[in-house]
Nanobody, 115 residues
Framework: QVQLVESGGGLVQPGGSLRLSCAAS????????MGWYRQAPGKQRELVAT???????NYADSVKGRATISRDNAEKMVYLQMNSVKPEDTAVYYC?????????WGQGTQVTVSS
């Protein structure tokens, strides 16, 4: 199993950038797939981006071109860089790990995009 801790959330101006971090208790390379999900008030949790153990990435259409997911295997970290943020990006962002046919989740970090 794996423990996940997110950080980097906060208040950001529309059009600005943010960088979220996820610290994992396992070597990232050993995890089949990791990702970022988000949940806005009144909405269900949705996929933002994923990255596999081989480095392949996938992005939701809503963030494609603005978001970049990356990993640092040595530091057991996964990152989400998002540029040109919009008020619609406001949500709690969760780090996810898929390992041995099970999903593991962090507690989430709040991102608020507002003037």
């Amino acid at each position: 199993q794996v423990q996940l801790v997110e950080s980097g959330g906060g208040l950001v101006q529309p059009g600005g950038s943010l960088r979220l971090s996820c610290a994992a208790s396992k070597i990232i390379f050993s995890i089949y797939r990791m990702g970022w999900y988000r949940q806005a008030p009144g909405k269900q949790r949705e996929l933002v981006a994923t990255i596999t153990s081989t480095g392949s990435t996938n992005y939701a259409d809503s963030v494609k071109g603005r978001a970049t997911i990356s990993r640092d295997n040595a530091e057991k970290m996964v990152y989400l860089q998002m540029n040109s943020v919009k008020p619609e990006d406001t949500a709690v962002y969760y780090c996810n790990a898929y390992l041995n046919f099970r999903d593991y989740w962090g507690q989430g970090t709040q991102v608020t995009v507002s003037s």
